[in-house]
């Protein structure tokens, strides 16, 4: 089952921050998020392991919440470079493959 | 970060013939994987490619329209066989150098259109 994000698509100014929401139906043992930019290929952002830890990258950073089955990617004091669509990815464990989100297209304008 | 090499990187097609889709690796990784994006959609994985044993399907995908081959650690093929215009699509190969709840690096991805 293919978690679902939320919002769909968000357009925000330079400067202004955006919470993307990631939720599953099923059991994470891991969530993984990445960034694609249109016409190239995804890029690895983080991992969230569990135990609700938070992990992040100067202004991007996240946390997952095992029991509610959800995540969500913070995106602080945007910059242009955040622009494209984030995708977050379930990993199950045992199947040892990755199931990826909905999707979530970030326009960041001037 | 592993360097994947995929090939080509983009083709037109006609109806019912058939395109082999190359990944190479400048690294031994120990999973590979395939997806299918659909434009303005999500990732869908179509299979897990395993070394030296046949793929791992995902449901809706099966190995007589989409047969792919693992030789070694380095290298994997997706032939997408009697291609109809559903087809077209990105075709995207990723890998994973240790356990699957690792990064994944994709390749630049494979853009197929179909007539």
């Known amino acids: 089952q293919q978690p679902v994000q939320s919002p769909q698509a968000v357009i925000l100014r330079e400067g202004e921050d955006a919470v993307i929401n990631c939720s599953s139906s099923?059991?994470?043992?891991?969530v993984h998020w990445y960034r694609q930019k249109h016409g190239e290929a995804p890029v690895f952002l983080m991992i969230l392991l569990k135990g609700g830890e938070q992990k992040g990258h100067e202004k991007i950073s996240a946390s997952f919440n095992e029991k509610k089955q959800q995540s969500s990617l913070y995106l602080t004091a945007s910059q242009l470079s955040y622009s494209g669509t984030y995708f977050c990815?379930?990993?199950?464990?045992?199947?040892?493959?990755?199931?990826f989100g909905t999707g979530t297209l970030l326009a960041v304008q001037p | 970060s592993a360097v994947i090499s995929q090939k080509p990187s983009r083709d037109i097609c006609q109806r019912g013939t058939s395109l082999t889709i190359q990944c190479q690796v400048d690294s031994q990784v120990t999973m590979m994987f395939w997806y299918r994006q659909q434009p303005g959609q999500s990732l869908t994985l179509i299979a897990t490619a395993n070394q030296g044993s046949e793929a791992t399907y995902e449901s809706g995908f099966v190995i007589d329209k989409f047969p792919i081959s693992r030789p070694n650690l380095t290298f994997s093929t997706l032939t997408v066989s009697n291609m109809s215009p559903e087809d077209s699509s990105i075709y995207l190969c990723s890998v994973v150098g240790e356990s699957g709840n690792q990064p994944q690096h994709f390749g630049d991805g494979t853009r197929l259109s179909i007539l």
């Open positions: 990815g379930s990993y199950g464990g045992a199947t040892n493959k990755l199931i």
């Open positions: 099923k059991a994470l043992y891991s």
